[in-house]
């Protein structure tokens, strides 16, 4: 087998198989790489250009992975190539060789009813249309209205965005400007298509806040923030996998780049936004105004109704890859009764085949429903694992159930295509090989939940939908006519929103618990934040992650307890770990397979589970088990309060998770704190996430605080340094609530 993608699986990552530059300037050297497996001969490279047809011979230093020259190309054209190896020949790729222009001042400005339209070239034009929003759409099209010299829109909160012959916008609040565009840089394939849009802007913010899920810091200002959705396992650092287009600025507006084609939001320097287009339509911004709280239920409105889960999805999960048996579970359920551990949600992921991901495993389960009835029985609602491929066996036998799947899914297109029109293969990584099944084919998606509706009859409440970033090929497509440089990221969602509506659909009020997403995802709660190790830097990247997924729309957020992968974590991380996810929307705790890549080498027989009680055993330390269990019984007696706050968030859309610049825009100390959020409207959390801290600077803004612990009251606004012993978190009652937020 040959492999090559000439896109890069992870941003700014080589992949050892791609094609740098992906879409090269004229006068750019471009190299070619692939990956040669289980082939005889080493592949020659086939080459179709404007100069005509060649061979390339590739060079190889481990006879494994071969890089071709393909040189510099003098005009721009649409080059081809494909790899052969004998008798193997793979499909043609192809790429654009682009010229770029840089575009600072019109060329015309027209006014056309309510909207200026700047024209930047003769077939490309800006745009600006006011109302309750601005809206800044750059079309490839020509240009209507009445010629003028300068114009300006007014917009709600005294903003006002002005476009003139000397400059392309200019956005000002009360004559103070806050944002300009400086430039657009056109890059355009040889028919003239523009296929990547950079616009350079000044802004004159201090505070940068959303962009999804964010591992490395709250604030975003001199950061790079790439939109694209990332499969990256553990030390996320600049990836994610929950990215979004939009952020809040405490200058009194909000950004939203309305895009399905991943985008870069580069504050590292001059702001400047890049995305590839594929269409006429090239980009579009939308911009609300107002506080942060109302920027983002703006936002929130605008892609997508909240959905709330059950009040049983309050209390406390419970999950580790290694319970794989009735005697796994049994022994949990025994466990939870003899500690008096209040838990309501069980997640099992190794309980399939292995291979369907529908079917239970045909040794490990003696009566699969029985089991299900006993969990339930316990007080526990019960969610199943769940990955979005037809899988791939190359090490193992292929079940009949598989191979039928396989041959279906290739036979009647329910899954997504490559060019070529066959089905497409996830290129590398996890699941390797494996096809996605195209949740956009409504004849797939009726095929493939058929075989799951077993589940839900046998009283399965939940689904844990992990995975849906493979989507690589960017020529790949889908049923409704998408590509893969669009669909890549809204894959997720629609992964996601289809088992949610079959759930609905069959009468169950359950919950998909996702990793991966995009914008949207408050419409498939919840989302948690993925695989970390059991590291002091990682719980820290969580709590970053849980209050920048908050602003950006995730309103129900969770993570790993502890850490999910790697060596079991040490008594003093899982308390403060414990102690955080007990005031976090969801509480939940999760350990990767037993024997896994990061487990310790301590092998398949070595217990990691996440428990209190396995830690208690295993670290030796008795107050693992009484303090865990302790914060369990706190997280119940919060149950009604999270219950009702939950109702008011999903209503109201507002993050359960909050940053305090929510509640407190004119506060300029709120908007710099990045590691403390109120958990609903009333309660203010702030974390320990450093190894050896027993205290920590809490800063409550403008009311009257109560410690939620020792009943003390305090005044704020005020900053102080608290004492914390790991039985305690600093966490504080407000006790005069805001107005205008009652129920």
Known sequence: MIRHLGEQLVPFQASGFERLPETPLIGQSVTVRCRAEGVETAPVL????????????????????YTFALGVFACAQTVRYRFTAGQERTP????????????????????????????????????????????????????SGTACESGEIALPESFVICASMDSIWELKRLSDPVASCKSYHLRRAADGRVVR???????????????????DAVERAGRTNNCRVVEKFTHQGEHTYLPVPFFVTEKGFGWYRQSDIPVELDFSGPTVFRQETEDAALTRDVLWFGTPERVLRDFIAHTGRPALPPEWAFGVWISANGWNSDAEVDAQLAALKHYNYPASVMVLEQWSDE??????????????????????????????????????????????????????????????????????????????????????????????????????????????????????????????????????????????????????????????????????????????????????????????????????????????????????????????????????????????????????????AYVNDRSPWNLAEKLHDDRVLTVACDFANIREALRPYLWREAQYCAEHARPMMAHLCLDYPDDPHAFAVQDEYLLGRELLVAPLTQKGEDTRAVYLPAGTWTDYFTGETYTGPCEMRVSCPLMRIPAYWRRDRLAGNED
């Open 197 to 215: 849009v950079e616009m350079e802007l000044s802004l004159a913010c201090g505070h940068i806040l959303g962009t999804g899920e964010r591992f």
């Open 355 to 604: 291979q369907t991901f529908y079917h239970w495993h045909p040794t490990h389960w003696r009566d699969p429903a029985a089991m299900v009835r006993r969990v339930r029985d316990a007080g526990l609602h019960l969610v199943l694992w769940q990955i979005p491929v037809i899988k791939c066996e190359k090490n193992g036998e292929l079940g009949e159930a598989l191979q039928s799947d396989i041959r279906e899914a290739t036979e009647k297109g329910y899954a997504v295509s490559s060019a070529d029109g066959s089905p497409y293969h996830i290129t590398e990584n996890w699941f390797v090989d494996s096809m996605l099944l195209d949740f956009t084919n409504p004849d797939a998606v009726r095929w493939w939940f058929e075989k799951r509706k077993p589940l839900l009859e046998m009283g399965v409440e939940g689904f844990k939908t992990d995975g849906g970033e493979f989507l690589y090929e960017k020529a790949a497509h889908l049923h409704n006519g998408a590509t893969g440089l669009t669909a890549h990221n809204l894959y997720p969602m629609q992964y996601e929103t289809a088992y949610r509506d079959f759930m609905k659909e069959n009468g169950v009020n359950g919950v998909t618990f996702s990793r991966a997403g995009y914008v949207g995802a408050q419409t498939c709660p919840i989302h948690w934040a993925g695989d970390q190790t059991s590291e002091w830097s990682e719980l820290q990247s969580q709590l970053y992650a849980g209050i920048s997924a908050g602003l950006s729309g995730v309103l129900f957020w969770s993570f790993d307890i502890g850490g999910f992968a790697g060596p079991i974590p040490d008594a003093e991380l899982y308390l403060r770990a414990t102690a955080m996810g007990c005031f976090c929307p969801v509480m939940q705790w999760h350990a990767e397979p037993r024997g896994g890549q990061f487990a310790g080498g301590l092998g398949e």
């Open 46 to 65: 086939a080459l179709c250009a404007a100069d005509g047809e060649r061979s390339v011979a590739g060079n190889s230093a481990d006879g494994r992975t």
């Open 92 to 143: 043609w790729f192809s790429f654009e060789v682009v010229t770029e222009e840089t575009v600072d001042r019109p060329l015309g400005l027209y006014r056309d009813g309510d909207c200026l339209r700047v024209a930047l070239c003769p077939d490309v034009t800006l745009t600006l249309r006011g109302g309750d929003s601005l809206t800044m759409e750059l079309r490839q099209n020509g240009v």
